[in-house]
């Protein structure tokens, strides 16, 4: 088998951003990077805070994925088998990891609630903030487990607000 973690993380960012365009975009919503445009003060500070958990969280993933992959490795006396029976298991990695999926979900409505109470110039579309800005950043790490995840861990509702 071979080893997901080895493949390009740009597909995996392909994917995710491209996912949002098969949606209606809520009402006032940007679908762009919005890097260097106007930028509330809120989305920089509620950033800043993300973005520490998302590296704290990121660590913890990859230590339990770390861990088990160990755990079965040292049980079949295989570390490739080990590998291949975690990603059957789940097949998004360390991205799977509850604490991951339940900040990413957080932060997500976070920004679009911002995004409701600042001016509409300042806007920032969720999957930027949650993923464009990281890239921004250089945080590597984070972007490649991001970009296991296979869909964004959000739904919206039949009046297209985000759940």
């Known amino acids: 088998m071979k080893d997901p973690s080895k493949r390009d993380w740009r597909l995996g960012v392909k994917r995710l951003l491209s996912q949002l365009r098969d949606l209606d975009e809520p009402a006032g919503e ?7 445009g106007l930028i509330s003060i ?11 958990e998302l590296e704290k969280v990121v660590h913890e ?3 339990d994925w770390n861990t088990r992959v160990d755990g079965w490795a040292k049980q079949w006396n295989s570390h490739d088998r080990a590998l291949e029976h975690m990603w059957t298991e789940r097949p998004a990695g360390p991205s799977s990891h509850r604490d991951l999926v339940k900040v990413v979900r957080h932060y997500w409505l976070q920004c679009v609630k911002l995004n409701q109470e600042v001016d509409q110039s300042e806007r920032v579309a969720p999957e930027t903030f949650i993923l464009v800005w990281v890239i921004a950043e250089g945080k590597e790490e984070e ?9 964004w861990p959000l739904g919206q509702d039949d009046d297209g607000n985000w759940v």
Request: hydrophobic share 45%.
């Open 143 to 151: 972007v490649r487990v991001l970009a296991y995840m296979p869909y």
């Open 30 to 36: 940007l679908r762009h990077d919005n890097v260097s």
């Open 42 to 52: 809120a989305h920089r500070s509620l950033f800043k805070t993300y973005l520490s």
């Open 61 to 63: 993933a990859n230590a």
